[in-house]
């Protein structure tokens, strides 16, 4: 199988790093090595000379006699001192535990095992783990650097909505948010880099409009709009802003976005925003037939700036046009090895080769006879999609529920999966049997996957960074999917069981005092039985006279 992205050759400078003076490095790395592995053996040791020591120094330490201190003193506690102490023993671990539980719904990680890996590990002689995970074994066994700059990148949403004509409508009937400020944030510095151009001939419209990108609250955006349009009442990238925030619907949208179309000039930038705007206009107002036209003739016309993903616009146009063939023309342009993959092209092929065969297939019939060629292929494209994306289906299948999607997604994320389904579930849907076949064959792709995921099947290993930038781009009010799903730390199970524990033992001490004082003499008598049973031993094999000399030393 062939992955996404191909391995890149080593430099000569990294080469040289490496190959310089091998034999101190290798002698270093051993010994660092050896170091970590007797650590263990070395405390191991040392806790059995302690615990030597302390039985042979027992009479001149006066440990018996300490013991029987000790023992009295306990034995004329009331059972109110063991309720109060097992009582707040429960109450702080259950206060750990709530933090803790909090901790990981939040961050997705154990507080103390974070703490105790980011800590404790460097002090016990263990080695980093940001030296071992960014390495991963190729084909022919050799480690291979993992690109963790591209996996990890945020891009544009090709299909973002409007913010005045459809997401503040979403915030008038709700009351709820559905940006973030930092989606917000990355769309304001798109603009203003994408709208500024050369910062050495801003005109005084362009200043005003350069601030206005930066402008947190949007009446302040749309106030400083209005004063750059008395500035000049050609200034475009106004207009625009106007067109996306105060706009209402997609009707006004579009007009405002003709009027920044003539007002545009020949700024390239400017040029290819508005016209894919408005081609988008076309496709919510119905006009669909016009939408791919402009689609096409912008593609035509910019063809170098395959950056802005203008294809999967047309290919959601093409599919509620259910064309198909014209479909299948874009993914053989666009599903190319040597470009980059996204939910839209995965799906929208796995979409083609399922709906030839979803119709009439049937579980109970292809476990029977088993799956012919076709059903094969659209298996196969759909163990891909999934691969890629594995928080699609669930959207699809309805079994989360759908938000609006944010301004910029992560490919691979939950914020992609948003923005897919949104746009995408209306034609999967049209597709007779399509979700039957995806509902029945999707799960069967985590078994072709290796776990744990240091390898990809068909694709790079899943990112551990999409969780993290999902929580940013996606609104509070939304479960953020997590793959793969994390299992609940062992402190936190630590905890819960000692809560419990102590808050039982809390109960019993307080309802059966007398009781719970035979226990506990019978406990610690069985729990300290080998202790005595070992110390017999060591008296009859060693003479009692090597014990005095020693003592004496």
């Known amino acids: 199988m062939i992955p996404l992205f191909t391995a890149q050759p080593s430099g000569k400078n990294m080469e040289d790093a490496t190959s310089s003076n091998p034999q101190s490095i290798g002698f270093t790395e051993k010994l660092k090595s050896w170091l970590s592995w007797s650590w263990t053996y070395i405390c191991a040791v040392w806790f059995a000379m302690v615990l030597t020591m302390i039985y042979v120094l027992r009479s001149p330490l006066k440990l018996q006699d300490t013991l029987t201190s000790a023992s009295v003193f306990l034995n004329t506690l009331t059972p109110k001192f063991y309720v109060a102490l097992t009582g707040t023993s429960s109450l702080i671990s259950g206060l750990i535990l709530i933090f803790e539980w909090w901790y990981f719904r939040k961050y997705g990680t154990s507080f103390i095992e974070q703490v105790s890996v980011s800590h404790l590990r460097p002090l016990l002689g263990g080695v980093e783990s940001s030296t071992t995970t960014g390495l991963f074994s190729s084909v022919n066994g050799e480690a291979e650097p993992r690109p963790s700059v591209s996996e990890c990148k945020v891009w544009r949403n090709p299909l973002n909505l409007f913010r005045g004509a459809e997401y503040s409508r979403y915030t008038w009937v ?123 003739d912008l593609m035509k016309e910019f063809p170098l700036l395959g950056m802005l993903n203008i294809h999967e616009n047309l290919l959601e146009a093409l599919l509620e046009l259910q064309a198909y063939a014209d479909v299948q023309a874009v993914l053989a342009k666009y599903d190319d090895i040597s470009l980059p993959k996204s939910a839209t092209i995965c799906y929208t092929s796995a979409l083609l080769k399922a709906r030839a065969v979803s119709e009439k297939f049937s579980p109970e019939a292809a476990s029977r006879r088993g799956l012919s060629t076709a059903e094969m292929n659209a298996v196969e494209a759909i163990h891909r999609a999934v691969e890629f994306n594995p928080h699609v289906p669930k959207y699809l299948l309805e079994m989360k529920s759908l938000i609006l999607p944010p301004e910029h997604i992560l490919k691979r994320g939950d914020s992609e999966a948003v923005a897919y389904a949104f746009f995408h579930l209306q034609h999967w849907k049209r597709a007779e049997g399509a979700l039957n076949l995806l509902h029945c064959t999707w799960e069967g792709t985590f078994r072709i996957i290796p776990y744990p995921l240091e390898k990809g099947h068909l694709f790079y290993p899943y990112p551990g960074c999409t969780e993290t930038a999902d929580r940013e781009l996606l609104p509070s009010f939304h479960e953020v999917s997590v793959y793969p799903k994390k299992e609940l730390p062992f402190f936190i199970l630590f905890t819960a069981g000692l809560c419990s524990f102590t808050a039982m033992l809390a109960m019993l001490t307080h309802q059966f005092p007398e009781l719970m004082g035979v226990f506990a003499k019978a406990f610690f008598s069985t729990l300290f039985a080998p202790l005595g049973f070992f110390a017999d031993k060591m008296e009859s094999f060693m003479p009692s006279s090597f014990w005095h000399q020693l003592t004496r030393i």
């Open 174 to 296: 709700t009351g709820k948010e559905p940006l973030t400020y930092y989606d917000m944030n990355l769309s304001a510095q798109d603009h203003q880099t994408f709208f500024t151009g050369d910062t050495q001939q801003l005109k005084s419209e362009d200043t005003v409009m350069q601030k206005a990108w930066r402008e947190r609250n949007p009446q302040a955006r749309i106030r400083a709009a209005y004063q750059a349009i008395e500035m000049n009442h050609e200034c475009a990238a106004a207009y625009v802003l106007l067109a996306e925030e105060e706009a209402t619907t997609i009707t006004e949208a579009e007009r405002l976005f003709k009027q920044a179309l003539r007002s545009a000039g020949k700024d390239i930038n400017l040029l290819v925003y508005i016209k894919r705007r408005l081609a988008m206009c076309a496709r919510k107002l119905g006009r669909i037939k016009e939408a791919v036209k402009m689609m096409r």
